[in-house]
């Protein structure tokens, strides 16, 4: 099975802590939506990473790409049973690929991803607007952190999507700050100390290590 992106997405970092959570083997295909490849086209029509091949079956979108993974090995779950903690999960989710990447998005991509991997200039104006907007969602997500997980007692998609893009923002030095959000940096800390987390951070310091010249 490939799974095609960039593992600065948290897209696509969410897809494969989700199929190392579940011991699904998944080989990453580096893919510039800029310049496809076309089994990443056929894959993904609209450029978007990440996108899965699983032999003739191809698919696009993480959220999508996690029901599969999920529907193809339901051990360990990812999904809670309960109904409230089931729904809370798929709010996160949510949360994290809309509302949380769309402000943190914008530093994102005008400090780090343009000008330190494009080689294009960033709009300072732009990501100072993702900071101010940053403020009461990080705020937000310290006030829904307990000693467990997001959904409840569970860890699911909700802590996985979540901290996956979190992870995006510590290239801009905006994981969660244990001074201002400690809450949410504590479990932060419990979702990175996962094995499922390492797996992933190893081949990715390597290769946004390669793509900065390192
Ligand atoms: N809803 C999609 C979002 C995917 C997405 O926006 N990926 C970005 C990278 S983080 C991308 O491919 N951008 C390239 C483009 O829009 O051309 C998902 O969950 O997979």
Redesign the pocket.
């Known amino acids: 099975m490939k799974v095609y992106?960039?593992p600065?997405?948290?897209?696509?970092r969410?897809v494969h802590l989700v199929a190392a959570e579940k011991g699904i083997p998944v080989e990453l295909a580096l893919s510039n939506?800029?310049d496809p490849a076309p089994e990443f086209l056929a894959a993904?029509p609209?450029?978007?990473?990440?996108a899965l091949v699983d032999g003739d079956f191809t698919l696009?979108?993480?959220?999508?790409?996690v029901t599969y993974l999920d529907a193809l090995q339901p051990e360990p779950s990812i999904t809670p049973g309960d109904a409230k903690a089931k729904a809370r999960a798929i709010w996160f989710e949510e949360f994290a690929?809309t509302i949380l990447?769309a402000a943190g998005?914008k530093v994102l991509f005008n400090r780090f991803v343009g000008p330190r991997l494009m080689g294009r200039p960033g709009d300072e104006a732009v990501a100072e607007q993702g900071l101010q907007e940053l403020g009461p969602i990080m705020d937000y997500l310290e006030s829904q952190c307990g000693d467990g997980w997001l959904a409840d007692d569970e860890f699911s998609i909700g802590d996985i999507a979540v901290a996956a893009t979190l992870r995006s923002l510590g290239y801009i030095d905006l994981e969660p700050n244990p001074a201002t959000h400690p809450r949410a940096a504590a479990w932060y800390a419990r979702v990175t100390a996962r094995p499922s987390w390492a797996q992933f951070a190893a081949l990715e310091d390597k290769i946004v290590g390669r793509a900065l010249g390192r």
């Not at 609209?46 to 990440?50: D, G, L, N, S």
């Not at 696009?60 to 790409?65: H, L």
Request: proline share 12%.
């Open positions: 992106g960039f600065i997405s948290p897209f696509v969410k939506p800029a993904s609209f450029r978007k990473i990440p696009c979108d993480s959220t999508a790409i690929d990447i998005g």
